[in-house]
């Protein structure tokens, strides 16, 4: 239960930041016993793949934080997010050690899959909220959205490591907050329509 409950945060924090996850994974891996590498994934923990990472991660750092282009990075972010959370799930060996589980260690392609939709559905909250963030605060809320959603994409990767049980929590409380947010995209497009005359 701790490896998917481990591969469920990352996952998640891959929809935030694709590049946070993938850096922690392959740091701690390199460096520490928390992060034990299946076959084919050794590739994670060269340095070379994480120099390329952090690069990465630097563009999106700063992109991300300017609005207008962050609507443009969320769209081709819309691939790359995914892709990532589909990685650190089944890094972290969350796709072959389910509770022991043969069935998954049989179906690699469940633990990617699991990953990807986590990811997707995070990225997707993050996507359509952004823009609406952007115009009702002038774009000074990208940087500020931004940073929190940087800050929370770091925390869940490390609280899903190294305290996977509390990913439940951390998982319950952004569901409160998506749906906060949906809610108020809602609200937003309504009194949009309603200005316009709109039915």
């Known amino acids: ?72 990075n969320d769209t081709i972010q819309t691939v790359v997010r995914p892709a990532s959370g589909g990685v650190v799930f089944s890094a972290t060996q969350a796709a072959s050690e389910v509770d022991h589980s043969t069935w998954m260690a049989e179906h690699p392609w469940a633990g990617w899959l699991l990953g990807i939709v986590m990811a997707l559905a995070v990225h997707a909250v993050k996507a359509t909220a952004r823009p609406v ?28 490591v190294f305290a996977p049980v509390l990913v439940i929590v951390a998982l319950l409380a952004m569901a409160v907050v998506a749906w906060w947010l949906i809610r108020k995209v809602r609200r937003m497009r309504a009194r949009r329509r309603a200005a316009r005359g709109q039915p």
């Open 1 to 72: 239960m701790f490896a998917a409950l481990t591969g469920l945060g990352l996952s998640t924090a891959a929809g935030l930041n694709a590049y946070i996850p993938l850096l922690v994974v392959g740091v701690l891996a390199n460096l520490t016993d928390s992060v034990k590498l299946p076959d084919g994934y050794s590739w994670l923990s060269n340095w070379g793949v994480l120099a390329v990472i952090a690069v990465l991660l630097v563009a999106e750092f700063v992109l991300d934080k300017v609005p207008a282009v962050d609507s443009v």
């Open 133 to 160: 963030i952007n115009a009702g605060t002038a774009g000074v809320g990208a940087p500020v959205v931004s940073t929190a959603e940087d800050a929370g994409s770091l925390g869940m990767s490390l609280v899903a």
